[in-house]
């Protein structure tokens, strides 16, 4: 994997998952290529994307790149990039981690494979719409944003596609959680803080490790988008957003997809990303409209000025 990666190599047909009846058997190659095919069709039916970079850029998902029973025998990076994990890796191409074996765990979790996960697949094909789009560095302010933005459209794709509800295969607002046994997950966009991210400007994270907290301080733009759909007040602030409700979600989808696409610089702060998705909602409800109202009020719940 990576030398197909490096571009030196290439895979073939035996490397190919197909099948001459449509009976399928593996769990991993279903579920990357179904999530990849329901992201797809949310840019689409949603906000009127066509693919990763708006030409319909073919997606090639990659499974099984490592054996799950070596696991415990591999060095710590190689566990945490191709087993606990999954990542874009340019070009339309999507690696997914392998998980544990049932009878392992790691941080308490038994882990599944990656790409049993919708929001997993749908947050890192966002990272692609990034790199066509924004361009966000990958550090500091702009590389939260870009992170936020996956979270956001992983999401978005979740409500979109299934049941709102607790449990495994249920639309919420966790990111991960359909990864582990027990359920999980690795942030929440209505609470950040229940896994260690902020809420609110004040309590960022400002020291260099994660390219300048770029995973943690996401927390502050995701708290906002939750906010501005679903309503309520933030823990830290204690200032209360009126939300425009679930039924107009789709609504700050859209808001949050043109502003990050289309108006962001690629060095863009949270402030600006606070200015453009105030102007995107007058751009497409206009002034004064309740989605203005609610982006604003959002924006200012998590400290963003």
């Known amino acids: 994997v ?56 073919a997606i090639r998902s990659v499974v099984h790149a490592v054996d799950r029973a070596d696991w415990n025998k591999v060095a710590a990076g190689t566990l945490n990039l191709y087993y606990l994990n999954a990542f874009y890796a340019g070009d339309g191409i999507m690696v997914f981690g392998e998980g544990l074996p049932p009878d ?16 997993v697949v749908a947050h890192e094909l966002a990272h692609g719409v990034t790199d066509y789009s924004s361009g966000l560095i990958y550090r500091n302010e702009s590389g939260a944003l870009n992170e936020s933005f996956s979270d956001i459209m992983g999401t978005s794709v979740e409500f979109y596609f299934q049941p709102v509800g607790v449990g495994y295969l249920k639309a919420d607002y966790t990111l991960g959680e359909d990864l582990t046994n027990p359920m999980g997950g690795f942030r929440s966009m209505a609470n950040p803080g229940a896994f260690g ?10 020291g260099t490790a994660d390219n300048g907290g770029v995973h943690t301080n996401s927390g502050i733009s995701n708290q906002a988008f ?40 690629a060095g863009a702060t949270f402030a600006l990303a606070r200015a453009t998705t105030i102007q995107a909602a007058r751009d497409l409800y206009g002034a004064g409209s309740n989605v203005e109202q609610a982006v604003t009020q959002a924006w200012t719940a998590v400290g963003v000025s």
């Open 2 to 57: 990576k030398a197909f990666l490096a571009g030196s190599v290439s895979f073939g047909l035996a490397d190919t998952s197909a099948s001459t009846d449509n009976s399928w058997n593996d769990p991993a190659t279903v579920d990357a290529h179904a999530y990849a095919g329901w992201t797809f069709d949310y840019f689409y039916k949603q906000l009127g994307r066509s693919g990763l970079d708006g030409r319909n850029l």
């Open 104 to 119: 392992a765990s790691v941080n308490g979790y038994k882990w599944n494979y990656f790409a049993g996960a919708l929001d």
């Open 197 to 206: 991210d902020p809420d609110h400007y004040s309590k960022r994270y400002l």
């Open 226 to 265: 939750y906010l501005a759909i679903e309503g309520g007040t933030d823990r830290t602030s204690g200032l209360s957003v009126t939300g425009v409700g679930p039924a107009s979600r789709d609504k700050i989808e859209k808001v949050f997809y043109r502003a990050f696409t289309q108006m962001l610089p």
